[in-house]
């Protein structure tokens, strides 16, 4: 099992930056990615970002390239996003994932609030 908690949601003007963290814990050796993933109200969940856990690729949703930056560091079990240049369409409940390597389970945290205003 690995457990996901998110933190570092809050409310800011458009044009603001955030750091959201996710810290990984339990059988943190099994995961082989971790990324973010938002949702508006109304909407579906959709991808934003993701990094290989041990390093290498990474990957983010066209929406967010140039102003959202994913990185992580092992030695803390944490994974971070860097958010600048907030727009109001940024505003949804941003959930961190994690992929293990066997199986391919998927585990989530319980989301944290992102709000931009205009």
């Known amino acids: 099992q690995v457990q996901l908690v998110e933190s570092g949601g809050g409310l800011v003007q458009a044009g603001d930056s955030l750091r959201l963290s996710c810290a990984a814990s339990g059988r943190t050796f099994t995961i082989y990615n971790m990324g973010w993933y938002r949702q508006a109200p109304g909407k579906e969940r959709e991808f934003v970002a993701t990094?290989?856990?041990?390093?290498?690729?990474?990957s983010y949703a066209d929406s967010v390239k140039g102003r959202f930056t994913i990185s992580r560091d092992n030695a803390k079990n944490t994974v971070y996003l860097q958010m600048n240049s907030l727009k109001p369409e940024d505003t949804a409940i941003y959930y961190c994932n994690a992929v293990t390597y066997t199986g391919g389970v998927s585990y989530w945290g319980q989301g944290t609030q992102v709000t931009v205003s205009s």
């Open positions: 990094t290989r856990y041990g390093g290498g690729s990474t």
